[in-house]
């Protein structure tokens, strides 16, 4: 019994400098200089939360047609609804093709993370501090620089399978030969595929721009270690 008070101490202390060794680790690894690698993979977890988030906002229902990236018609398209709204069968022609052209980019952008995953994922560790540095919005324009034409090419069929999907280009056409069977007008066949692909990423990229300059400027938004130490460098 009198050798539990030793024992006590001897287990206190080497506990103490468990717990104090184990803290140096911890700041070590805490205040050690990020690596261009570490602030890579930080950008791309930052872009990928952005992603997700963005693509839940604009494929739920109604996250095109009721909110500010509703897609409107382009003005050349304009001048066909326009012209058959006496027509009968057409009175309602616009606002009919907006509906299904939101509700496809809807359907479409909620298949759009995969693409979205491997553009990010091939981004490069050059300019990883530049774009750490830069603008609330670097990182996402810097995707948007290196990966636009790529990822329009991946999300056009996608963008085109939803308007089949809902048969929006199918009632388009329909639409387009109405209009062109009119006497005296000028023929007139817009695609409308590439301009909704053109709306929805425009819609995706500026979600994705909200999210990363929500990260930089609010720590709370930073929900991974790896997060909050990239980004507490740009604080500093």
Not at 151 to 176: C, G, M, Q, R
Request: with cysteine.
């Amino acid at each position: 019994m009198k050798n539990i008070p030793f024992l006590l101490l001897i287990v206190s202390f080497t506990l103490f400098w468990s717990c104090s060794d184990l803290q140096r680790i911890l700041d070590e690894t805490t205040d050690r200089p990020l690596s261009t690698e570490e602030v890579a993979l930080g950008l791309k977890e930052a872009l990928n939360v952005g992603v997700d988030h963005g693509v839940s906002l604009l494929s739920a229902r109604d996250g095109f047609l009721k909110s500010n990236y509703k897609i409107l018609l382009p003005p050349e398209a304009r001048k066909i609804t326009d012209r058959l709204q006496g027509v009968p069968g057409f009175s309602n022609v616009e606002e009919i093709i907006i509906e299904r052209i939101n509700r496809s980019a809807e359907d479409a952008v909620g298949r759009a993370a995969p693409i979205f995953g491997q553009a990010i994922r091939s981004m490069t560790v050059q300019d990883a501090w530049g774009i750490l540095r830069g603008e609330n919005d670097a990182a996402t324009s810097y995707l948007h620089e290196r990966t636009s034409t790529e990822l329009y090419n991946e999300f056009n069929p996608v963008i085109v399978d939803a308007l089949n999907k809902y048969e929006a280009l199918d009632y388009w056409e329909s639409t387009v030969n109405a209009y062109n069977s009119l006497p005296f007008v000028e023929q007139l066949n817009p695609r409308l595929d590439d301009y909704i692909t053109h709306r929805a990423l425009d819609a995706l990229f500026d979600r994705i721009a909200i999210e990363e300059a929500e990260i930089r400027e609010d720590v709370e938004k930073r929900t991974t270690e790896l997060l909050r130490r990239v980004f507490e460098r740009q604080d500093g």
